[in-house]
């Protein structure tokens, strides 16, 4: 017998599953990080080819139940958004951190989290870590960098803080009540989706016999097409 195999699909959720508290897999959004201590920062998020900030692509919830410093463990991919940067070379557009807890910690409950949504329903896009540390209003990393003027907008970098000026902090400065509810779509961020995580079904012996008849109807569709009596979809569902 091989290594077991997992598989994970992309699918819809609530936004409160996605939320560091459930110590979620996802692809997209912000990074919900997991602890508050050891994060990457703009120098380490930014791409080796054009030195720009690279967006989170995805996260996996990954324990190591033997380890007590890693009880809780999430790896975190962030990617460059060039297309230009993507050819071979040392420095390159990918970049991979590790983020861990140990069971007993000052951030999360002993007990496994509730799977019933938050009583206060769907709370605003947290920017800010419960040790005070800011996050990046554009990408959700940290954002060591403030708005000048209000002194309440963080950001990673120059590059994010000139895109949420142009995108509506320039009408939303002087005004505090918006900056947390009123964070506009900088088209940076991937849709954000949960990864559900299945194990790969083996294949049985009676399955030959499954894939024999699916041969013989991919045959069978590809005589029809020939003759003009049957298309393809234009795309899959």
């Known amino acids: 017998m091989g290594s077991r195999v997992e598989l994970g699909f992309a699918e819809e959720a609530a936004p409160w599953r996605l939320r560091s508290a459930q110590f979620p897999s996802k692809v997209g959004g912000r990074?919900?990080?997991?602890?508050?201590?050891?994060?990457?920062?703009?120098?380490?998020?930014?791409?080796?080819?054009c030195g720009r900030p690279c967006a989170f692509l995805l996260q996996l919830y990954a324990p190591l139940p033997g380890r007590p410093d890693a009880f809780h463990r999430g790896l975190f991919v962030f990617c460059c958004r060039g297309p230009a940067c993507y050819r071979p070379g040392a420095q390159g557009p990918l970049r991979v951190f590790r983020n861990q807890l140990p069971r007993k910690n000052d951030t999360y409950s002993y007990d496994p989290p509730p799977e019933a949504p938050p009583p206060e329903g769907h709370p605003p896009v947290s920017l800010q870590l419960q040790c005070g540390v800011h996050l990046c209003r554009v990408c959700g990393c940290l954002g060591p960098k403030a708005c000048s003027k209000c002194h309440r907008a963080h950001y990673c970098s120059k590059d994010h803080q000139t895109v949420d000026w142009k995108l509506g902090h320039k009408l939303s400065c002087a005004q505090s009540a918006q900056l947390d509810t009123a964070i506009p779509d900088h088209k940076?961020?991937?849709?954000?989706?949960?990864?559900?995580?299945?194990?790969?079904?083996?294949?049985?012996?009676?399955?030959?016999?499954?894939?024999?008849?699916?041969?013989?109807?991919?045959?069978?569709h590809d005589e029809l097409a020939a003759a003009g009596g049957a298309k393809f979809p234009q795309e899959y569902p």
């Open 31 to 49: 990074p919900a990080w997991l602890g508050e201590s050891g994060l990457p920062g703009p120098a380490e998020l930014r791409c080796g080819r």
């Open 188 to 220: 940076f961020l991937f849709p954000e989706y949960e990864i559900v995580i299945e194990p790969e079904e083996m294949e049985t012996p009676g399955d030959s016999q499954t894939d024999a008849d699916t041969q013989k109807n991919l045959e069978k």
